[in-house]
């Protein structure tokens, strides 16, 4: 038995255009919003990124940084500028809306950016440049803390991005039809392959205006480009399908567990009637919820007492009582953190690549010829590469050609691209560990600081971290976009962010705990110092790739079970995927 109630003031995913009036025979929405919106996010990110590739470089060679202090500045805020997505998807979830926090996210980075450029430009904000690799002054703490400000500022911005950026992309399409779901999985291929692609053309320049001409001239141009970024972004606001918050979904959660909890001692049982009201959904959306796992978390919505309604049918307590619709969302967020745990172990290798790959970079020869010099900052365009080529590829020649053989759509299932995506990211730390076995002992045969091996030999363990990101960083964003429901988009932008940042801080503590632990009783350890050739960089590499084939265990015979495979990877595929379970489970049963 249901109840519900009957004067819902606005059903779930109502919409508000920013757009010409009614009369004007263009719809907002669909890929002509989507221009303006990927060439918001190439713009933005050609600007963060540009800080991104080069910041250990900057912090190492202009704030004097180095060892496990820098690697933690640098992994630490990478993590924050992650987390902070959560507090920026409940400002847009339950009072902004995705619109109003992207631009207001994308200011606060053009804030931060304008101080970094103060950085560079003002040698007041830094300590004096180090006479030689040995004696080198550190920065006071309030140059320090002007530094924090400013990445501060930019993490605060990123908090307003990332959540929202795909989410409100994917809101320009209709996934209730099987035309608006294919394009928004070609637009999840496509977002990355864009910004990616603007990626690989500037920071080519920026990073190399950056280490060999100019620091300020290299933070002035993305600073410009985040001011480009605002202006492309209001050009296109009569086009972009708006949706008005609902509000924040981690209020509801907390709403649930208590009331949960209070009726634990409730048994489920044909006889309870369940607070679901109706006209609080669309169609669409209570087919994508009702998931039948968990069913503890169903006892919030059941109607223990008539008493718990008032005369207008709603909740007396929402804290003793739930919709059926707030116990689904949890439900759908419970449901894949098995798989967001997998994606965390594939970000922990990403992680290593922008700091202690570009350390590497540093103490190689970088030469092409007599008169120039690779930046360190470029092997991280190595990945970007990887991956632009494998969505080319991908999107061009493989799914057009197999369609046209076959007859059928042949994509690459989400459970196969994480399962590639996880041995991706255990060969890169293999390869990585190989390389500085072999860049190390060729310095320390030279007695050198820096070793006569090329920095060439590098790209291999970057492209894997690219194909890493290509593969499994792709298909875990579309997984948490398409099964959670369309309110909960922006949550389900920040859970992605959130895995990034949880391996950002993963990292830190592996680094830290390795140096610590390496280091007793005298001994050199893994990790740590100015000089890469004391440490054992390599046997670190090797246990990370070991961590790796935990989770590539882990993911195959557990969290897998938990992704949509084959004609059941559609939106609202965790419903399915237990339906499908169903079916082979009636099947044995008849056999």
């Not at 009369?23 to 919003?33: C, D, E, F, V």
């Not at 919709?323 to 439900?331: D, G, I, P, R």
């Not at 390795?514 to 000089?531: A, R, V």
């Not at 084959?566 to 169903?582: I, M, P, S």
């Amino acid at each position: 038995m249901e109840i519900g109630n009957q004067t819902s003031p606005s059903p779930a995913g109502e919409e508000s255009h920013l757009s010409p009036p009614e009369s004007q025979s263009k719809k907002p929405g669909g890929w002509r919003a989507i221009k303006y919106i990927l060439a918001n996010e190439s713009f933005e990110k050609l600007a963060s990124m540009s800080l991104i590739a080069n910041i250990t470089v900057y912090l190492r060679t202009k704030y004097n940084l180095e060892g496990i202090l820098l690697v933690n500045v640098v992994q630490i805020w990478s993590g924050t500028s992650n987390i902070s997505s959560i507090a920026g998807a409940i400002v847009s979830d339950a009072y902004l809306g995705r619109f109003l926090t992207l631009l207001i996210g994308t200011v606060f980075s053009l804030m931060g950016m304008a101080a970094m450029t103060l950085t560079a430009g003002l040698p007041e904000l830094r300590p004096p440049a180090c006479q030689d690799e040995a004696n080198c002054i550190q920065p006071h703490k309030w140059q320090l803390a002007f530094l924090f400000i400013s990445l501060a500022l930019i993490a605060m911005g990123a908090g307003g991005i990332r959540p929202c950026n795909i989410a409100f992309g994917a809101d320009q399409f209709d996934t209730k039809t099987k035309k608006g779901r294919a394009h928004l999985e070609s637009f999840f291929n496509w977002w990355y392959f864009s910004f990616t692609i603007a990626l690989v053309i500037a920071l080519t320049g920026v990073v190399y205006v950056q280490t060999n001409i100019s620091w300020l001239t290299g933070f002035t141009i993305p600073t410009a480009c985040l001011a480009i970024s605002i202006t492309i972004f209001l050009i296109g606001h009569h086009t972009y399908i708006c949706k008005k918050p609902q509000g924040t979904v981690f209020a509801d959660m907390a709403k649930v567990i208590t009331a949960a909890f209070k009726k634990r001692k409730i048994k489920l049982g044909d006889e309870h009637s369940f607070y679901d009201p109706v006209e609080d959904l669309d169609s669409e959306a209570r087919k994508l919820i009702k998931i039948k796992w968990f069913k503890c978390l169903d006892k919030a919505a059941v109607i223990a007492d008539p008493s718990e309604l008032n005369e207008e049918g709603l909740p007396v307590n929402t804290w003793r009582l739930c919709s059926v619709q707030q116990v689904e969302n949890l439900k759908c967020l419970v449901a894949i953190m098995p798989v967001w745990i997998a994606g965390v172990g594939c970000f922990v290798v990403m992680d290593q690549q922008s700091t202690f790959g570009v350390l590497q970079a540093l103490q190689m020869d970088r030469s092409i010829g007599k008169h120039f010099m690779i930046p360190p900052g470029w092997m991280g365009i190595s990945s970007m590469i990887a991956l632009s080529i494998w969505i080319f590829l991908y999107e061009q020649l493989y799914i057009r050609t197999a369609k046209k053989l076959m007859k059928t759509d042949s994509r690459l299932t989400m459970q196969q691209r994480i399962i590639i995506g996880i041995i991706m990211s255990i060969l890169c730390m293999i390869v990585a560990g190989i390389v500085e076995q072999k860049r190390r002992a060729l310095a320390i045969s030279e007695k050198s600081f820096t070793s006569p091996l090329h920095v060439l030999v590098l790209l291999p363990q970057f492209a894997l971290s690219g194909l890493t990101e290509a593969f499994a960083a792709v298909a875990l964003m579309e997984f948490f976009t398409i099964q959670l429901p369309e309110s909960m988009r922006s949550i389900a932008g920040a859970i992605f962010f959130l895995s990034l940042s949880v391996a950002s801080y993963l990292s830190t503590l592996i680094v830290n705990m390795m140096h610590s632990i390496t280091g007793q009783g005298g001994k050199t350890p893994w990790l740590g110092g100015h000089d890469l050739n004391n440490n054992k960089l390599e046997n670190f590499y090797f246990m990370v790739a070991s961590i790796g084939f935990v989770n590539l265990i882990y993911f195959t015979f557990f969290a897998r079970k938990y992704v949509p495979f084959g004609k059941n990877a559609k939106v609202g595929g965790l419903r399915q995927v237990e339906n499908a379970e169903e079916e082979e489970s009636s099947k044995q049963s008849s056999i």
